[in-house]
């Protein structure tokens, strides 16, 4: 499974039940977490995400309604005797901001915590079935959205076939990568006979915090699904440019310009109590966009 | 009214929709924070507790579990565009450490916050009404508890009976300071018919975190209400002492050695489900005992 989670779609000031910014990204049942705004363990709890998955969290930017839940997060993880690695990746200085925080309660964790300072755009993980990079946003202080890009399966086996053609199993795995089988005799199996081609890696885009900005676009390119912020709603443009916003247009437009296929709109201003408005007004422009709501699961 | 509020009620880790520390001490209309666990301003707007009416606040110690949701507090002051002046007081770092989150976010707020270094016991805010005093309790860190201490009211006038007696207006305010009256013919009204004792000042103690020690006693003495911590039932008091917490019993016995009236107690570990246990351990040393339930104003 590729999911992402919504564990908070507000923006700076908790209202109207909706929480800071949060998003778990589930591959292959690691968890990874997006931003950690205030509260975000409760909302843990509260929608049962399995806290001892997450190995990985990434902090867009320092304003506080995307990482003020963090360091609560991981002294939890500390007193919960969580013993997995935890790889923190977050701009200057997140990483003194937390060490200080540990220091002064004199927290010894019981797990490696490693606090990675994002510099520049690039490369954040790299595994086996997943890539993730940063890039930056356009923002009133350095931010960084996140891909989350599923690599390329190989192809799938389909064993009733192989043993029919008498294929040796230890020949299955070069099946897999796309190799042909050549019998004894000379004769050719031809690899698309036995399997069946890979779903092709899918791509999950967090544009963070930012104002309207098509130097963006390449990294939305063809995504499976894009997050992409609307503070507000589209008759307050000048505002969303003033504050280094987006309205819920420009979220539509840049998903419309970089081809996704789906949009997800969230980081709602407090100002607004409900948000059928912001859907439609968003639909108008890309139809297949949803709001981020809270305890809710997208898959790609 | 004086009264005190209870947003949090949970030790270190949240559970079981329990809460971290935080509580809001109400005295005549303003509203004094003590302690300020994660998700405190969350807690704030589903008890409808009037953050603007909050001026001061007083943070025991730097574990995250009493501190981790003042940023997001005073950060949410300022976006909300919070107009009065902000008292917080609490152990060193508590200064530097709200200091560099509001730097590292470029926050610009629009009111006054003050950031009090708590360096030794003594008095922390004395207006006309109230006197507030710290002193040290017996914790793995630096850490306070606060007492809240009313000042004794003047005493009460009976206007009908100073009418009556044809006293001048002019003259009420020296009767309430207890004065008697001598008429121009030198008959003497004595301040007792005319005026009516004032209820004495009555005192909150909030003990924060401690392990079980007497010398605070003192501290505690004859309070209208005294707030004591029980993190463990009474079976868990090795652990209790190891960890610098109380139990159940422990807290009661402090209660009733100093005399209060009634305990509070509260700090729950989060290896318990209910907390039934708790307070009927703690009745059977001092029957006047009550949880610290989140949402619950209690009175003195």
Redesign the interface.
């Known amino acids: 499974m590729f999911a992402v989670t919504i564990l908070g779609n507000n923006s700076?000031?908790?209202?109207f039940d909706r929480?800071p910014t949060s998003q778990v990204v589930t591959l292959d049942g690691n968890n990874y977490l997006v931003d950690c705004g205030?509260?975000t363990?409760?909302q843990m709890?509260n929608y049962k995400i399995r806290r001892s998955k997450i190995s990985h969290v990434f902090i867009s930017h320092?304003?506080?309604?995307h990482y003020?839940?963090l360091?609560?997060l991981i002294?939890?993880f500390g007193?919960?005797n969580h013993q997995q690695e935890l790889h923190v990746f977050g701009p200057h200085?997140l990483k003194?901001?937390i060490e200080?925080?540990l220091k002064?309660?004199?927290t010894k964790l019981p797990f490696a915590l490693h606090l990675h300072t994002i510099r520049e755009a690039g490369v954040l993980l790299d595994t086996e079935n997943l890539k993730v990079t940063c890039f930056r946003t356009n923002h009133?202080?350095e931010c960084y959205g996140f891909s989350f890009a599923e690599k390329k399966q190989p192809r799938k086996l389909d064993p009733e076939k192989a043993r029919e053609m008498e294929i040796p199993a230890a020949f299955y795995d070069r099946l897999k990568d796309g190799e042909d089988y050549t019998r004894k005799d000379g004769t050719v199996i031809r690899n698309d006979e036995v399997t069946i081609p890979a779903t092709p890696g899918r791509k999950y885009v967090y544009c963070a915090d930012t104002k309207y900005d098509e130097s963006l676009l390449p990294h939305i390119q063809d995504a499976d699904l894009v997050y992409h912020e609307t503070t507000y709603l589209d008759n307050l443009r000048e505002r969303a440019e003033l504050r280094f916003h987006s309205t819920t247009k420009q979220a539509a437009t840049m998903a419309l310009k970089g081809n996704a296929k789906r949009l997800l709109i969230g980081h709602f201003s407090?100002k607004y109590d409900t948000l059928e408005e912001f859907e439609a007004e968003a639909r108008e422009v890309f139809p297949n966009t949803d709001l981020a709501r809270e305890g809710v699961v997208y898959p790609l």
């Open positions: 700076a000031v908790p209202a929480h205030e509260g363990q409760i709890i320092l304003h506080g309604d003020f839940g360091i609560g002294s939890s007193l919960l200085p003194e901001i200080l925080q002064v309660a004199d009133r202080i407090s």
